[in-house]
């Protein structure tokens, strides 16, 4: 069996990497696996471009030109939607000729159009569409928050100003999905997580249409514990202090909640934890030494880094990972502390809860609640069975996220696909 999958990036964002690393798991498996992407930034070979560069650009350039149009001439929520009115074909591709499955997952930002996805579609091909965020179930936009209007018609969007002299986009785009849908009664959708499945099947757009649970793979031979001394001297970080790791692409985004850990380890530092100066927090991710100063506690800006090795490190260094995200579906960072046998606290918000177990590998905060963050904080470093939270992180991970249980579960959905459309012919 081949399988093309498509994501706009090979390595920039979580998407990316989950589908890399789905790439790797497959082909660890028995099945030929390929990757095509816009933004190619390794020499693997398993990983080819679509289309030329000037062309991937233009196409980047108009769509995001299209959306500040639409947004009234304004930067607000220019990355927040994505119309999909640029895209590359890449039905013309050898890959895809040669490919058995095509298998989308987050193809915005100019890398597929509507109309391309309509081509994938109409090629006959069986297709699977791997679902990061909301986008494939609303018009617009990525994160629906508290709007509710996928469930029956996306339009007059909140993220866009009234009285748009462009008319309503949002429902121009949510009526050109639902007839592309309309048309092809073959394609499977997959959801990272249990919570973005149950949000989907809510979705007037994908009404009807079969979603599968899924989650994103791990090699837990990489990402595996080690010893935290070497991981902090590899990595500058001082040996004698409890460390918190926060991971994000960028640490200041406000959808990643660092207003959230900046307020929960202030109330640490007015505690016993703060008292002996023996708390840190490290940020790894674009934009943190600009936050470091806001902290009552050291904090040590890592940047933002591409390296694994180094990046296993930063786990590896740290007694507790912190992700208080407003809006999450599956992360893969709290996957990656917790296969290095390090325990999360995290909001119950979206996959996060299926993923940290309340008491068990970590703790769950109420949502937003930065003093519950911090009890969560507190419990772990000073009253839980740290060791045995480490052990059960290790646990649900090799279960869980494994390459194996994950390709064995697409592997099925490629062969329903596949099925799917022998009785149809």
């Known amino acids: 069996m081949r399988v093309l999958i498509i994501n706009t990036s090979e390595n920039a964002g979580g998407a990316a990497v989950a589908a890399g690393r789905l790439v790797d798991a497959l082909n660890n498996n028995g099945v030929k696996a390929k990757m095509m992407v816009r933004d190619k930034a390794t020499d693997n070979l398993t990983v080819a471009t679509a289309g030329g560069k000037l062309r991937q650009k233009w196409n980047f350039l108009w769509e995001r030109w299209c959306v500040f149009c639409h947004l009234g001439f304004s930067r607000k ?7 999909a009115n ?8 050898r890959e895809f000729k040669e490919a058995d499955v095509i298998h989308l997952h987050w193809v915005n930002q100019g890398m597929l159009s509507l109309h391309g996805i309509g081509k994938i579609l109409d090629s006959g091909k ?12 609303t018009a617009v936009c990525h994160l629906t928050f508290n709007c509710r209007k996928f469930t029956t018609e996306c339009s007059r969007c909140p993220l866009m100003p009234a009285g748009n002299p462009f008319g309503d986009v949002a429902r121009r785009v949510w ?24 949000e989907a099947r809510k979705s007037r757009l994908l009404e009807g249409v079969k979603i599968t649970n899924i989650p994103n793979p791990i090699d837990i031979r990489t990402f595996c514990p080690g010893d935290k001394e070497t991981a902090r001297r590899r990595l500058g970080l001082p040996l004698g202090r409890r460390l918190i790791l926060f991971v994000a692409q960028n640490v200041s985004h406000a959808n990643k909640g660092m207003e ?32 470091a100063e806001r902290f009552d506690v050291p904090a040590y800006p890592l940047g933002y880094m591409s390296d694994t090795d180094k990046i296993v490190a930063a786990y590896r260094a740290a007694d507790l990972f912190v992700l208080p995200s407003l809006s999450e579906n599956l992360p893969n960072t709290i996957m990656e502390a917790m296969a290095c046998g390090v325990p999360c606290v995290g909001f119950n918000v979206g996959g996060i809860p299926e993923m940290i177990d309340h008491r068990k590998n970590g703790y769950v905060a109420a949502y937003k609640d ?3 963050l911090a009890n969560g904080m507190r419990w772990v470093l000073q009253e839980a069975d740290y060791q045995a939270l480490s052990s059960a992180a290790v646990r649900k991970v090799s279960v869980s996220y494994s390459q194996q249980s994950v390709a064995v579960k697409y592997i099925e959905v490629y062969n329903q696909a596949l099925a799917y459309r022998h009785y149809r012919l």
Do not use: N
């Open 77 to 83: 929520h220019l990355f927040a939607v994505d119309i």
């Open 260 to 291: 959230y850990l900046i307020k929960a380890c202030r109330t640490l530092a007015d505690g016993p934890l703060g008292a002996d100066g023996g708390l840190g927090v490290v940020m790894m991710g674009g934009c943190g030494a600009e936050l």
């Open 126 to 137: 069986p297709v699977v569409w791997t679902m990061h965020d909301m986008w494939p179930a």
């Open 370 to 372: 930065a003093e519950d």
């Open 175 to 198: 009526r050109h999905k639902r007839k592309l849908l309309s048309r092809h009664g073959g394609l499977q959708f997959v959801a990272c997580s249990r919570w973005l499945a149950s």
């Open 86 to 93: 640029a895209g590359t074909d890449v039905t013309k591709t």
